[in-house]
């Protein structure tokens, strides 16, 4: 469960406008170990990215379907993958 992972996770619902980008960057660093980042798309979902140890993708994944993430999140969609490399810590796009 320790191995290196990559999360894609796309979250639907009031997620835009509302600091979630930047609490998603707070909480992904706070777990530690985490590179990627969170960004806004045009439909108004947010895309969050993070690669890092599996158990620390699979908390930040909690955390985005918890509900004390900021605004209303109505789902998320995410898939696994093998990490990229390639980012420099977790940025707000």
């Not at 045009?42 to 158990?55: I, L, N």
């Not at 620390?56 to 109505?74: F, K």
């Not at 993958?81 to 390639?86: F, L, Q, V």
């Amino acid at each position: 469960m320790n191995e290196d992972a990559r999360l894609t996770a796309w979250v639907r619902g009031r997620v835009q406008g509302v600091g979630f980008r930047w609490f998603t960057r707070a909480n992904a660093l706070e777990i530690g170990k985490l590179t990627g980042f969170a960004l806004n798309l045009e439909d108004g979902r947010v895309q969050v990215v993070a690669e890092g140890p599996s158990e620390n993708c699979h908390r930040l994944l909690e955390w985005l379907r918890s509900g004390d993430t900021p605004g209303t999140v109505d789902g998320v969609t995410e898939i696994w993958d093998a990490p990229r490399g390639g980012y420099d810590g977790f940025a707000i796009r």
